[in-house]
């Protein structure tokens, strides 16, 4: 073998029986390879108890690649993340244990503003870092055992180990030290989502032995046995480069969970309100070995909420008696005609806020048949009225639920019965602000008695009732280019509508806003950031506008393809737009909260909508949106709500 390499020599040491030549012909030490070894009889004896320190690396990268480098699996499991704990966009969370970053990456890319990640790995975090920093996206990673990271106590809303990365210490204790951890970083009913496998299953179906090429240079060799106390499944990996030889000789090991051993645990713990929510199963690039990846549980669990200090100063009123729409009876405005799928999960999502607000106790009244007597029986301290589908789920009697409140002389959240039936009409509501300067669209009331109709000389027009809720009768069909299409539309809505007065308006083809208040007059306005509506992704062709489909039909392109983001407005604008909402808030005799939706012409003159007192409460809605933009979460919204109210009642009970 001929080849040259050099000597240091001056530090190297020569015998003076040495000669120069001697030195020159000393052959280079050979490559040290891995030590592997052989046949193992039994893996246990050679597992080391802290494998997990040296085992993430670009090698479990390259072996591993086919799941864990894998971008539907990760669009997968986030999306089961983010159903499972109800995640809000201003959330904190912890993705614990999370290698190279991917769900925090994901969580960043779909807009979530507080996310960190940590792990043991250097070599992980290192990688997760610079590929946040290579998509511009605002994470923070640290490297760190799970039994004892630093991080701030009590400030996660959310604590994630996804991707079966629990269970990895000799002894069981530890496992107990990470849940303690987390349950430290973790708000008062702060949520642990855990990614696990189902050790149950995974005792009858583990594969003991395989092979597979990873690449075209690289085979991996995998054993695997159950240990003695069948807690644990052990596995060998060797890795093999088809020119080098074997390149990894390593042992790992996860301990074995049943879904009743994991609950016991996590109540050892402290944790609470245990529920199992989905399977998943990876998928792999490679379709062959998927191991402890194959079938897991995704399981979420509450910390106690009475290790922190209640959320809010000290309320006028505590105990508060919530008001809903029935979902025993009919509603014509909702998909169907009843309350469904995405309704019960908005009332869960709800529940799940305002038990965050510890200040407070709450009961919900949604039976309409005996809320009357309900209400007398147990007098309300307070009533939150989240009531906006009106009285026996009818709009036009949604001034009905203030109205008997009234009557009861009980303190409530919201409008008055005089606003809510002013705001009903829109007719009304753009005469006002018509005589308040604020820019309002061309328009022609027609009353259902009417035989002829003044066409307004701008086309397209919108057509809509003069009354009603949540875009009833607004619909891709309102939007009309010519005088036909607008007659034969009016004809249609006269049919649908029987004795309701239409309006016929300048349809606005700019940009569309929402403003969002929160307060009362001389106790104090928050504005919300504006919203902007984003129609681009919509289909072309399709009027774009926010009807029926955009609210109540999750199949339609309306449902799923508009968007809504911050908008990016100047200040003027800005200053002018909450100009024009804090006086409509106030000349229409709007309380507590009230949004305002506005629209550009063809010119960019923005006009009025309509106003919306007691608007949509809901979690994926408007207000919502706006709050969030605020670095507001669902809770810190409805207790903004609350508090406003409640002020504005107090106030009210004060001696003049």
Sequence with gaps: MTGSFDVDVSRTSIPSNKTDSAVRARPPRPPVLPRTLGPVPDLKRHLPADWWRTLFNSIYLKTDGDVVENDANTVHEVDALVHAVGLEINDRVLDLCCGQGRHCLELAKRGFRNVVGVDRSRYLIRLARRRAKQKSLPISFHEGDARKFR???NDFHCVALMGNSFGYFDREEDDLTVLSAVKRALTPGGVLALDIVNGDWMRQNFVPRNWEWIDQDHLVCRERSISSDKQRLISREVVVHAERGVIVDQFYAERLYSRDGIVHLLEQAGFTDFREHTTLQAESDRNYDLGMMAHRMLLTAKSPKMHSKPRGSKPAF??????LGDP?????????????????????????????????????????????PDLRGSRPGFVLNLCDEGLDNDAFKELHVPAMLETMSVPYSGAGPACLGLCYNKSQVRSIAEGMDVPVPLESYVDPDDQSATIPSILPALLKPVYGDSSVGITAASVVDSPAELLSRFEAMRNEFPGLPLLIQEYLTGKEYSVGVIG?????????????????????????????????????PYWTQIKYHEADLDDDTTRRLYD???????RLGCRDYARFDYRADANGTIKLLEANPNPGWCWDGKFNYMAGYAGMRYADLLLAILEAAQARCSNQLKPI
Excluded: M
């Design 520 to 556: 009362n007059p001389g106790l104090g306005y928050q504005f919300l950031p504006i919203l902007e509506v984003d129609y681009s992704g919509l289909d072309e062709g399709l009027p774009k506008i926010l009807g029926y489909e955009s609210k109540w039909l999750p199949d339609s």
């Design 328 to 372: 025993r009876l009919p509603d014509t405005c909702k998909r169907d005609g009843q309350f469904n799928t995405e309704d019960f999960e908005t009332i869960k999502r709800l529940k799940d806020a305002v038990g965050e607000l510890t200040n407070y106790s709450f009961r919900y009244l949604d039976n309409h048949a005996s809320l009357w």
């Design 318 to 323: 505590t105990e508060v008696t919530v008001l």
């Design 580 to 586: 024009d909402s804090s006086l409509l808030f106030e």
């Design 151 to 153: 991080l701030k106590e």
